[in-house]
């Protein structure tokens, strides 16, 4: 987007020319504002801090609202990242805020891999605008862009250096974002320890090479109130929701019994230079950065990474369709490939399956005969049993009715007999 | 993943202004106007017109009048040759222009030769060869890898059509040029040398060329589908009653009533460009200058470069299906799942197998 060279240099073949009159286009910045003002804006806020170190409640106090956070736990495992949206409204500019917090930050025993899940989150809001701007189709006025634009890194304020942990961490994101340093809970400070505790945050990331954000001196509206701020970084703030009555105004402020530390008094603590900074001066600044700094490097990184590149080894220009027409072709190919083998993996192993069963079914089959068999057996057996028992039975029934008959005519003859041997006597 | 995001709040709704609170709940969110303004004044704008006509409509008088200064080709060329050229050239010039503070590049393209030679056939194509060329360019920086701060923005970003002042209707070169090209560029068209008609044969003129550009299906700027909302429409539909505008250009000053004004001195009056009574040059200024200079540009922006965006890297996909993404995604596709089939029936299997087959 800008240059923060004086964009306009007069080039060969542009003539300056002065005008006769007046023709009227001095109403395009109106035209652009008001273009920006029915769009609305959007602006992302990524909070780096321990817990309880008072982000949520120093969001609250610089958009005075209440953004209803709860408190975290200090027993998470992981390092998290929890980003929340909100629409805000002051006068007739619309700004869609979104607010990341770490939670767990700080908390565990082994801090080696805090740092990964800020970075992975911020490549990935990279990563989905890249890909917006890759697509064929594509609607990038219409985009919520979600790339973190200012990083608030919050420094405990022990008085004395920073943490290794803050060094590290600084240092992974410096080509990454625009880091703001503040110094948290600025009230348990006094003011000559908070002098020295300053210069000795700041040598300190000078030394260890920590890019941080610094207000920007080009344009000569602010660049004399942004070189003063430059000088008070990092900003020592305090932050509270709640109002205390001093003098005959109420004011946000934190109550001791030993006074009350005001947060929009520039002598108790920099919260207004903060809010100034951030807010009223650079905000526009800070999405710029973000644009044509850090996503610009994030983008010329990922592409060469898949091998795009702008010449080719004869140092004749490439051009990124055919190295992507290229690339496409091969990776079409190569998925077919594997679609093909997964293809035939499938077929063999449905096969194999059949056969398998082909050779249960067989066997089944195969039983079921010799059952069938075996029953076939048996019931001939049992016929034949049968039979024996029924030609048993005949014989046996007419041997009955022959011995019946005999029976029967002995009877007779003996009854006859007997009839005769009674009437004969008894013998 | 290792973050959760809730999408977004409608509220909290903060006012800036709270009923007792006095200085305190400002919170300055309203100053980024001004920092927007700050940066926009400081980069400066870029402009670029085309005009397109045949030669003789005031093509180069209307653009001094517009700008008030000498941004034609005429002027800048020491000694310029009055003949039509044999093919129809495309001259480009730019001018660094200042007005309270707001510094603009302006570019304006001429066309010289166009609907000039007898057989008049396919003159448009040098036109859109030019505009499809602004487009490539830009998309080329814009897919370079180490790419520029600023692209440098040569698109055309409006093209002014001059009609010659028949009376009539709409001529065949006109009806074709206009239908081309207004899928690629926004169109103004212009009746040139408004003052050879009256009020009557103008307003007959003007709805004519209005239902022909109608029936032929013709959007000229501005376009109807792409008024953003209600009050949007309101502006716009005014305006696209009054296209095509009539127009009168003039780079003398007369004496007009004490005041010095641009016109044209006849010997039955001076006419007034400025005049509304008189010419329609007024509006034409301000749709193109005062309030509509935005949103030409981001028509030309997101619309007409996107289009050609997606016609250029569409045709390079030859015959594969053109993909949603266009980076190469290394796990979209088919997972395994052979290991998932369980053997439900041999006759189910061998059904499948050879659906598969």
């Given at each position: 987007m800008a240059s923060s060279d004086v964009a306009l240099l007069p080039d060969k073949g542009v003539r300056p020319l002065s005008l006769a009159g007046h023709v009227g286009f001095d109403s395009l910045p109106d035209q652009l504002v008001n273009k920006s003002i029915y769009q609305g804006f959007c602006f992302n806020i990524l909070c780096i801090?321990?817990?309880?170190?008072?982000?949520?409640?120093?969001?609250?106090?610089?958009?005075?609202?209440?953004?209803?956070?709860?408190?975290?736990?200090?027993?998470?495992?992981?390092?998290?990242?929890?980003?929340?949206?909100?629409?805000?409204?002051?006068?007739?500019?619309?700004?869609?805020?979104?607010?990341v917090n770490t939670v767990g930050f700080g908390d565990q025993m082994n801090k080696q891999e805090s740092y990964q899940p800020v970075v992975d989150y911020i490549d990935k809001q990279f990563e989905s605008y890249l890909q917006e701007e890759l697509?064929?189709?594509?609607?990038?006025?219409?985009?919520?862009?979600?790339?973190?634009?200012?990083?608030?890194?919050?420094?405990?304020?022990?008085?004395?250096?920073?943490?290794?942990?803050?060094?590290?961490?600084?240092?992974?994101?410096?080509?990454?974002?625009?880091?703001?340093?503040?110094?948290?809970?600025?009230?348990?400070?006094?003011?000559?320890?908070?002098?020295?505790?300053?210069?000795?945050?700041?040598s300190e990331l000078v030394s260890n090479g920590v890019q941080i954000y610094q207000f920007p001196l080009d344009d000569e509206n602010v660049a004399k109130v942004n070189t003063t701020m430059n000088g008070h970084l990092p900003f020592a703030v305090v932050g509270s929701t709640e109002e205390v009555s001093v003098g005959n105004k109420m004011v946000k402020a934190r109550q001791y019994p030993w006074g009350v530390v005001q947060v929009e008094n520039e002598n108790h603590c920099d919260f207004v230079k903060l809010r100034e900074m951030l807010i009223c001066v650079n905000m526009e600044d800070l999405r710029e950065q973000t644009h044509t700094r850090h996503y610009e490097l994030y983008r010329r990184c990922k592409l060469e990474?898949?091998?795009?590149?702008?010449?080719?080894?004869?140092?004749?220009?490439?051009?990124?369709?055919?190295?992507?027409?290229?690339?496409?072709?091969?990776?079409l190919v190569e998925l077919q490939k594997r679609e093909d083998e997964m293809?035939?993996?499938?077929?063999?192993?449905?096969?194999?399956?059949?056969?398998?069963?082909?050779?249960?079914?067989?066997?089944?089959?195969?039983?079921?005969?010799?059952?069938?068999?075996?029953?076939?057996?048996?019931?001939?057996?049992?016929?034949?049993?049968?039979?024996?028992?029924?030609e048993d039975q005949s014989s046996f029934s007419k041997r009955r009715a022959a011995a019946q008959?005999?029976?029967?005519?002995?009877?007779?003859?003996?009854?006859?007999?007997?009839?005769?041997?009674?009437?004969?006597?008894?013998? | 993943m290792s973050e959760s995001a809730k999408p977004h709040h409608p509220g909290p709704q903060v006012k800036g202004e709270k009923p007792h609170g006095g200085d305190f709940s400002y919170v300055g969110i309203d100053a980024i106007l001004e920092q927007m303004r700050r940066k926009a004044m400081k980069q400066g704008f870029e402009f670029n017109i085309m005009v397109v006509g045949q030669s003789g409509l005031g093509k180069s008088t209307l653009m001094n009048t517009l700008f008030k200064s000498k941004v034609s080709r005429k002027s800048v060329l020491p000694n310029p040759e009055e003949r039509i050229p044999k093919t129809i050239e495309i001259k480009s010039i730019s001018h660094d222009i200042e007005e309270k503070g707001v510094r603009m590049k302006l570019t304006v393209i001429d066309t010289p030769g166009f609907g000039?030679?007898?057989?008049?056939?396919?003159?448009?194509?040098?036109?859109?060869?030019?505009?499809?060329?602004?487009?490539?360019?830009?998309?080329?920086?814009?897919?370079?890898?180490?790419?520029?701060?600023?692209?440098?923005?040569?698109?055309?970003?409006?093209?002014?059509?001059?009609?010659?002042?028949?009376?009539?209707?709409?001529?065949?070169?006109?009806?074709?040029?206009?239908?081309?090209?207004?899928?690629?560029?926004n169109i103004v068209p212009v009746i040139a040398k408004a003052d050879t008609l009256t009020l009557e044969?103008?307003?007959?003129?003007?709805?004519?060329?209005?239902?022909?550009?109608?029936?032929?299906?013709?959007?000229?700027?501005?376009?109807?589908?792409?008024?953003?909302?209600?009050?949007?429409?309101?502006?716009?539909?005014?305006?696209?009653?009054?296209?095509?505008?009539?127009?009168?250009?003039?780079?003398?000053?007369?004496?007009?009533?004490?005041?010095?004004?641009?016109?044209?001195?006849?010997?039955?009056?001076?006419?007034?460009?400025?005049?509304?009574?008189?010419?329609?040059?007024?509006?034409?200024?301000?749709?193109?200058?005062?309030?509509?200079?935005?949103?030409?540009?981001?028509?030309?922006?997101?619309?007409?470069?996107?289009?050609?965006r997606v016609r250029r890297l569409n045709e390079s996909n030859g015959h594969f299906t053109p993909h949603p993404t266009v980076e190469p995604k290394a796990n979209g596709q088919p997972e395994a799942q052979p290991s998932a089939l369980q053997a439900n029936g041999v006759a189910a299997q061998h059904e499948a197998l050879s659906h598969e087959m």
């Open positions: 801090g321990e817990t309880g170190i008072g982000k949520s409640t120093l969001m609250d106090t610089l958009f005075n609202t209440n953004f209803e956070n709860f408190e975290s736990s200090h027993f998470e495992p992981q390092v998290k990242l929890r980003a929340q949206t909100y629409d805000l409204q002051e006068s007739n500019v619309r700004l869609r805020l979104t607010v697509k064929i189709k594509r609607s990038l006025h219409n985009y919520h862009d979600s790339r973190v634009h200012a990083c608030l890194y919050f420094i405990s304020p022990s008085g004395h250096s920073l943490k290794s942990l803050d060094l590290v961490t600084m240092k992974k994101l410096d080509s990454k974002v625009n880091i703001i340093p503040v110094i948290a809970k600025a009230d348990t400070i006094s003011k000559s320890e908070l002098h020295k505790f300053k210069i000795k945050i700041m990474e898949m091998g795009f590149k702008d010449t080719d080894p004869e140092s004749k220009p490439v051009s990124l369709q055919e190295t992507y027409e290229a690339k496409r072709q091969e990776f293809r035939q993996m499938f077929v063999q192993r449905v096969k194999e399956k059949e056969s398998e069963l082909k050779d249960a079914e067989r066997e089944l089959q195969g039983r079921f005969e010799q059952l069938k068999r075996l029953h076939a057996d048996e019931k001939a057996a049992l016929e034949d049993k049968r039979r024996l028992l029924e008959l005999l029976q029967a005519q002995s009877l007779t003859a003996n009854g006859k007999k007997d009839k005769d041997r009674k009437n004969s006597g008894f013998m | 000039d030679h007898i057989n008049n056939e396919n003159c448009w194509q040098p036109i859109m060869k030019f505009i499809n060329d602004q487009y490539e360019a830009y998309l080329q920086e814009e897919i370079h890898i180490n790419r520029k701060k600023r692209i440098p923005d040569s698109r055309v970003h409006c093209c002014i059509y001059f009609i010659p002042p028949t009376g009539h209707c709409l001529r065949p070169l006109d009806v074709e040029f206009m239908r081309r090209l207004s899928k690629v560029v044969e103008r307003d007959f003129f003007k709805q004519t060329i209005r239902e022909e550009l109608r029936a032929n299906g013709i959007d000229v700027y501005p376009q109807k589908e792409f008024d953003e909302d209600a009050e949007d429409r309101m502006i716009n539909d005014k305006n696209r009653e009054m296209i095509p505008f009539a127009v009168v250009g003039s780079d003398q000053e007369y004496q007009v009533n004490g005041k010095r004004i641009l016109g044209r001195k006849t010997k039955w009056g001076t006419i007034e460009v400025e005049n509304i009574a008189h010419c329609e040059f007024a509006y034409l200024r301000d749709l193109l200058i005062r309030t509509h200079m935005q949103n030409i540009k981001d028509i030309t922006g997101s619309i007409h470069y996107e289009a050609y």
